[in-house]
């Protein structure tokens, strides 16, 4: 499909094990962005890319998230020595900027993360 | 830190009523976005103001931005029971310039309408 893809739909994992996110973005957005969704908090934004390059990494919860874009398409978010506190859904976008500068972002259909 | 407020969290109505969702902050944003999300998606676009004062509508949905650019509502006006879903709010960027589309979003509007 032409849309945001995100894989694993869903993931349960044990509290202290590492896991990994993907986010195929839309063919040519340069722009992408992780957001977070929890009960009661709403989306949180954590990392936004231009490019392979991560200019805003000030949403990441704790150095036990880390995230990566290669080749300006496919991101990566890690987390490792999940806590239970990290259950959420995990939400990637991606966005171009149309003629009259405004942006629009895409959204994937998240990753459900259960840490038991 | 920008806030988003939105309010009600959560909205029960019967089909054919009208309803109205806010969305309020001290701070200024460039644009707000309105999403409507169904379970199990992501959030999808309905629409972007950014021009204080600004009126959009989108059928029998009518949206605004406030003059200050601080707050916005949304209206549904004889709502159906298609329009169930949670409607978030999102500030894009900030007066002081981020210039890209970092977005802070509101707590989110969980709408049922009932047949």
């Known amino acids: 499909g032409a849309g945001v893809s995100q894989s694993p739909s869903n993931k349960v994992t044990e509290k202290g094990k590492d896991v990994e996110l993907r986010c195929d973005p839309i063919s040519g957005h340069t722009a992408l962005y992780w957001y977070r969704q929890s009960l009661g908090q709403g989306l949180e934004f954590l990392i936004y890319f231009q490019g392979n390059s991560a200019p805003d990494k000030s949403g990441l919860p704790s150095d036990r998230f880390s995230a990566e874009r290669t080749g300006g398409s496919v991101s990566t978010l890690t987390i490792q020595r999940t806590q239970q506190e990290d259950s959420a859904v995990y939400l990637c976008?991606?966005?171009?900027?149309?003629?009259?500068?405004?942006?629009?972002?895409?959204f994937g259909p998240g990753t459900r993360l259960l840490v038991l | 830190t920008q806030l988003l407020e939105q309010s009600p969290q959560f909205l029960s109505i019967q089909e054919g009523e009208n309803l109205t969702v806010y969305c309020n902050s001290s701070?200024?944003?460039?644009?707000l976005q309105w999403y409507r999300q169904e379970p199990g998606e992501g959030p999808v676009l309905l629409v972007t103001?950014?021009?204080?004062?600004e009126v959009k509508k989108l059928k029998r949905l009518t949206f605004q931005f406030g003059d200050a650019r601080k707050d916005s509502s949304l209206h549904i006006t004889a709502a159906q029971p298609g329009d169930t879903g949670l409607y978030l709010c999102?500030?894009?960027?900030?007066?002081?310039?981020?210039?890209?589309?970092?977005?802070?979003f509101g707590q989110g509007t969980i709408l049922t309408v009932h047949p």
């Open positions: 999102a500030g894009g960027g900030n007066a002081g310039g981020t210039s890209y589309g970092k977005l802070t």
């Open positions: 976008a991606s966005s171009f900027r149309d003629r009259g500068g405004e942006e629009t972002q895409y």
């Open positions: 701070s200024v944003f460039s644009s």
């Open positions: 103001v950014v021009t204080g004062g």
